[in-house]
C-alpha cells in the first residue's frame, strides 16, 4: 500500500527518527536508573521506604474512590442543556485544572487552615487540612474536573438521547434512568477515569509537598524531592532513586492492565460530537437544587481558597482582618526582584521552546505512525503519558547529569521526555479525521507535496496544532515536579521560586508569587476556552431531534 | 372501551430557538385507531410525537391522553407515567443489554421479579419470531431484527398509545400482523391507540385507519386514506400521497388534479410523447396536453418515442379546492 505524499523511505525515517529520540529523552534515562538501582539494591533497605509506598497507594486508591464519582454527578448536572448557567458552572468546574495544583493546595492553607480566611473571619479553621486528610480531599478537588471531562466526553457520544427516551418511555424514572442507562454506557469511560486519577495522584508532587510535608505525612513523589533537595547522604540518594524505579513499576503494574481491559470498549460506536443532549424536562425544583449544589461545590473549593489568597497576596500582615484597610501591594513589591523576574523569563522561555519543539515531536510521531513502522513510536509515545515525573527527572539526573546537572538544558529535555504525549494525541488525533482523499485530491490537481501539506492539510490542523501548543506551553510554565529536581544556581524556573518561598513560610509573598503564576497559567487558558467556545458555538445551537 | 380520546392535542406550539416546529396543531386519536402522520421530514413529526411523549415541553397548547392531561395546566406528567410505548427511529436499543434484557426492561420497571420480566419477554420475542436472539446485544442484530426486539419492548410496556417515531425501514407483513393483532385485542380491553409518523405515503396509506398530513408545523389534512388520496385539499397534500398530475380541467373550471390510473391511453383527447419509462408491470407516459402536462399510466405496454402524438381520456378528475367546481 503506496499513500500519494513523501516517499517509503522518508516515512521510516520520520519513525526511526521519533524512536531515537524517545530513547535518548525516556529509554537511556530509564535504562540508567534501573541498573543503578539493581546496582544498590541487595545492599542498603533505606527506611522510610515503605511508608511512602504505602501512603501514595492508600492516597491515590482513596482520591480515586471519590474523585470519580464527584465527576460523574458532575458531568451528569452539567450535561443538561437547560441547566440556567451551564457554561458558567463548566467553567468554574474546571476552574481547578487551570490552576497549577501548587497554587491550588497553597489557596486551601489560606482558605481554611490556622491564620486562613475562615479562621480570620470567623474563628474557625481545619486542623486536619496539613496532614493526610487536607492532601486527600485537594487532590480529590484538583481531580473531579479531569473525571468530569473524561466522563462528560464519554457521555456526548455514547449516551444517545433516544436510549434515554426510551428507558423513561419503559416507565423508568429519572434517577433509574440515570442508573440503569446514562452511567452504564458510559461505564468504560467512568473505569477509565477512575484509571487516569490514580496513576496521577500516584505521581502528584506539588499538593502533597504543600499540606503533607509540613505534617510529615510523606509520599513517594516528596520523599525522592526532599531526598535529592535536602538529604545529602548516600542513604537518602539510593532511596530516590529506589522510589523512583518503586513508582513506575507500580504505575505500570495499574495501567497496563486497565488498558488491556479498556481499550476495546472506549472506542466510540459514533464519532463524538459537541451536541449536548437534547435533555428532558426537568421540575424547576430540581434544577435549582442542582444549580445550588454546583455553585456550593465550585465556590468551597475554588471560589472561597482562591479568593483567600488573593486576600491574602494583598493583605498588610499575616493575622491582621483581609479588609479593604489593610490592604497593600506590598507583597508583590517585595517579590518582584530581579531574581524573580528572571525566573519568569526563564520560565517563559523554557515553555516557549519546550511547546514549539514539542509540537513538532508531536507532529513527527504523529506523521510516522501513519505507516506500520511508526506504529511502535507511537506506542512508545503514549506510554511515557503514565511516567511519573518525579521518576523521569531522577533518570534523567542519572543519565545526563555529568554534563547537564542543574542547567536549563536538563529540565528542557524533562519537558520534552514528559509531554511528548500530550502534544502527540491531540495532533494524532486530527489527522485521523483528516480525510486522505483531500491531500490526494490536492496532488492531483498539480500541488507538490510540500505545498498540498500546506495549502490542503495545514487549514484544518492548524486549531489541533495551535491547541497541542498551548497546553503544552500553559503545562510547562507551571510545571513543578521535575524543575524542583533538576533546578540548580541560576536555573529556577518561576514555580520553583514560588515553591521556595513556600517553604521559608513567607506567606504574603508565596500568595503573590502563586497569584502571578496562576494570572500567567489562567489567564491565556481561560482566553482560549472562551475562544474555543465560541468558534463552536453554531453548533451548539442546533436543537437534537428535530424533524 | 373508554369515551376519551386516546390522543387529543390542542393548539400545540413548540419552539426550537426561534424557529417554530409546530405552530398551533389540533388533533385527536381515538381508542383503537392507527393514525399516520405523513409530512415530508422537518414538517413537525417527531416534534409532535416528543411532545405526546413528554420528551420536550410545548411552547404552549394542551396534551391529553385518555381524557387525562398531561401537558399544558400544571407540572407536565414525566415521560414515564405518561403510559405510552415509542418504536424509536433507529429503534434505540441499549447497547449494553441483550435483546431480552431488553424486552424485560418495561416489566422490570413496574416491578415485576426478574424471571417474571423474562419470562414476558421471552414470550414477546417468540411472538415475533426472534426468540433465538434473545441473549444478543445490539451490535450482534441486524436492522431488520432490531425493529422486531425495539417492537417487543414496546410492546412490553402494555401502553395506551404506541408512537412510532419514522422507523427507518417499512414494518414487514409479519411484524404488521403482530403489531395489529396486539392493537385490535388491547382495543378491546382497554381502547390502546398508535400514532405513526412516516414520510412514505405508501406506508402511512395501507397501515392507517386514519392519515395527518403535515406540512411546516401545521396540519394541512385529516381524513380517511381514500379521502387523503382521492380528495387532496391542495396541490401539496396530493404530491404528499401519492404521485398525480394538476391540469386545466377540459371545462374551464379551473385545476384538476388527475392521479395516474385516472387517465389513459386512446380517446377524444390530443396529446404528444415528452417521455415514456417502462417499470416492469407498466409503462409510465409523460404527455403534453393542451391542458397541461399528465403522467398516464398504462398497464403492462412499452416506451413510446418521444414526439409521438397519441390520443388519450380522462376518466376521473378532483377538482382542487379554492377552484369553482367538483370533478
Not at chain 1, 505534617?215 to 539510593?238: E, H, K, M, N, W
Not at chain 1, 497496563?256 to 425544583?285: I, K, T
Not at chain 1, 442542582?290 to 481558597?305: K, V, W
Not at chain 2, 388491547?186 to 412516516?198: D, H, I, P
Request: hydrophobic share 50%; charged share 15%; net charge positive.
Amino acid at each position: 500500500m503506496s499513500r500519494v505524499g513523501r516517499p517509503a523511505g522518508a516515512r521510516t525515517g520520520t519513525a526511526v527518527a521519533a524512536v531515537v529520540l524517545l530513547a535518548v529523552l525516556v529509554g537511556y534515562p530509564l535504562l540508567r536508573l534501573a541498573l543503578v538501582a539493581a546496582d544498590e539494591w541487595p545492599g542498603v533497605r533505606p527506611a522510610g521506604l515503605g511508608e511512602a509506598l504505602r501512603n501514595t497507594v492508600v492516597l491515590a486508591g482513596a482520591v480515586t474512590l471519590a474523585a470519580v464519582p464527584v465527576g460523574v454527578a458532575l458531568a451528569l448536572v452539567l450535561r443538561r442543556p437547560d441547566l440556567p448557567g451551564r457554561a458558567l458552572w463548566q467553567a468554574a468546574v474546571l476552574l481547578p485544572l487551570l490552576v497549577p495544583d501548587f497554587v491550588l493546595g497553597y489557596s486551601w492553607t489560606q482558605a481554611y487552615a490556622r491564620a486562613g480566611f475562615t479562621d480570620t473571619l470567623l474563628g474557625v479553621h481545619w486542623a486536619g487540612l496539613l496532614g493526610p486528610a487536607g492532601v486527600w480531599l485537594v487532590l480529590v478537588v484538583n481531580a473531579a474536573p479531569l473525571a468530569y471531562l473524561v466522563v462528560a466526553v464519554a457521555l456526548a457520544a455514547r449516551a444517545e438521547p433516544d436510549l434515554e427516551r426510551a428507558a423513561r418511555i419503559s416507565g423508568a424514572g429519572a434517577a433509574t434512568t440515570a442508573v440503569t442507562v446514562t452511567v452504564r454506557l458510559a461505564l468504560p469511560a467512568v473505569a477509565a477515569a477512575g484509571v487516569l486519577v490514580f496513576v496521577l495522584t500516584l505521581g502528584s508532587f506539588a499538593i502533597p509537598q504543600v499540606l503533607g510535608a509540613p505534617a510529615g505525612f510523606r509520599t513517594v513523589t516528596t520523599q525522592i524531592y526532599a531526598d535529592l533537595s535536602l538529604g545529602g547522604d548516600p542513604t537518602s540518594f539510593v532511596r530516590a532513586v529506589t522510589l523512583a524505579v518503586v513508582l513506575v513499576l507500580v504505575t505500570a503494574a495499574c495501567t497496563a492492565p486497565a488498558d488491556v481491559l479498556l481499550a476495546p470498549r472506549l472506542r466510540s460506536q459514533r464519532p463524538a460530537d459537541a451536541r449536548p443532549a437534547a435533555a428532558l424536562p426537568a421540575r424547576p425544583a430540581v434544577l435549582r437544587g442542582q444549580t445550588l449544589a454546583l455553585g456550593g461545590y465550585a465556590g468551597l473549593t475554588a471560589g472561597l481558597p482562591l479568593a483567600a489568597l488573593l486576600l491574602a497576596s494583598i493583605t498588610r500582615a499575616v493575622g491582621v482582618p483581609p479588609t479593604p484597610g489593610n490592604w497593600a501591594l506590598d507583597h508583590f513589591r517585595t517579590v518582584l526582584t530581579p531574581r524573580t523576574a528572571e525566573a519568569l523569563g526563564r520560565s517563559l522561555a523554557l515553555a516557549l521552546v519546550a511547546a514549539t519543539l514539542l509540537v513538532l515531536l508531536g507532529g513527527l510521531v504523529a506523521v510516522a505512525e501513519r505507516r506500520r513502522a511508526g506504529r511502535t513510536a507511537a506506542t512508545l509515545t503514549t506510554l511515557t503519558l503514565v511516567l511519573p515525573g518525579s521518576t523521569l527527572a531522577v533518570g534523567l539526573l542519572l543519565a545526563y547529569g555529568r554534563w547537564l546537572s542543574g542547567t536549563l538544558t536538563l529540565i528542557l529535555l524533562a519537558y520534552l521526555a514528559k509531554l511528548w504525549a500530550v502534544a502527540h494525541r491531540p495532533i494524532a488525533g486530527a489527522l485521523d479525521r483528516f480525510p486522505p482523499d483531500e491531500l490526494r485530491a490536492a496532488r492531483v490537481s498539480g500541488a507538490g507535496a510540500l505545498t498540498a501539506v500546506r495549502t490542503v492539510a495545514l487549514p484544518p490542523l492548524a486549531p489541533a496544532l495551535l491547541g497541542a501548543w498551548l497546553l503544552c506551553f500553559l503545562t510547562a510554565l507551571h510545571e513543578v515536579t521535575m524543575s524542583s529536581l533538576l533546578y540548580g544556581p541560576g536555573s529556577e524556573t518561576l514555580a520553583v521560586v514560588v515553591l521556595n518561598s513556600q517553604e521559608l513560610g513567607r506567606i504574603g509573598p508565596t500568595a503573590a508569587l502563586s497569584v502571578v503564576l496562576t494570572v500567567l497559567v489562567a489567564l491565556p487558558a481561560g482566553l482560549l476556552w472562551w475562544a474555543s467556545r465560541r468558534w463552536s458555538a453554531p453548533a451548539r445551537e442546533v436543537p437534537a431531534g428535530v424533524g | 372501551m373508554s369515551a376519551e380520546p386516546a390522543v387529543e392535542v390542542t393548539d400545540l406550539v413548540v419552539h426550537h430557538g426561534t424557529t417554530a416546529a409546530l405552530r398551533g396543531v389540533s388533533l385527536q386519536v381515538l381508542p383503537g385507531e392507527v393514525l399516520a402522520l405523513l409530512g415530508p421530514s422537518g414538517s413537525g413529526k417527531s416534534t409532535l410525537l416528543h411532545a405526546v411523549a413528554g420528551f420536550l415541553e410545548p411552547t404552549s397548547g394542551v396534551v391529553r391522553l385518555g381524557g387525562r392531561t398531561v401537558s399544558g395546566a400544571g407540572r407536565p406528567v414525566p415521560p414515564e407515567r405518561r403510559d405510552l410505548a415509542v418504536v424509536f427511529q433507529n429503534y434505540a436499543l441499549w447497547p449494553h443489554l441483550t435483546a431480552l434484557d431488553t424486552v424485560a426492561y418495561p416489566a422490570r420497571r413496574r416491578g415485576e421479579s426478574r424471571a417474571q420480566a423474562r419470562a414476558e419477554g421471552r414470550a414477546l420475542l417468540g411472538r415475533l419470531h426472534v426468540a433465538h436472539l434473545a441473549d444478543r446485544r445490539p451490535a450482534e442484530l441486524s436492522g431488520g431484527e432490531q425493529q422486531r426486539v425495539g417492537l417487543a419492548r414496546a410492546l412490553a410496556r402494555r401502553p395506551a398509545v404506541y408512537l412510532f417515531d419514522e422507523p427507518t425501514a417499512h414494518l414487514d407483513t409479519h411484524v404488521r400482523g403482530v403489531f395489529l393483532e396486539e392493537l385490535a385485542s388491547r382495543r378491546r380491553e382497554s381502547g390502546a391507540a398508535a400514532v405513526y409518523a412516516t414520510h412514505d405515503a405508501e406506508e402511512a396509506l395501507g397501515l392507517a385507519d386514519r392519515v395527518a398530513l403535515l406540512d411546516a408545523g401545521r396540519l394541512v389534512q385529516v381524513g380517511t386514506p381514500e379521502q387523503v388520496y382521492a380528495q387532496p385539499v391542495d396541490a401539496f397534500a396530493a404530491r404528499l400521497t401519492g404521485p398525480a398530475s394538476v391540469i386545466d380541467a377540459p371545462d374551464g373550471s379551473g385545476e384538476l388534479l388527475v392521479r395516474l390510473g385516472w387517465a389513459r391511453l386512446g380517446g377524444p383527447l390530443e396529446g404528444k410523447v415528452r417521455g415514456s419509462w417502462f417499470r416492469g408491470p407498466h409503462t409510465d407516459h409523460l404527455v403534453d396536453t393542451p391542458l397541461g402536462e399528465l403522467l398516464i399510466r398504462e398497464s403492462g405496454g412499452a416506451c413510446r418515442p418521444v414526439g409521438e402524438r397519441i390520443r388519450w381520456t380522462l376518466l376521473h378528475g378532483w377538482s382542487l379546492p379554492g377552484h369553482d367546481g367538483r370533478g
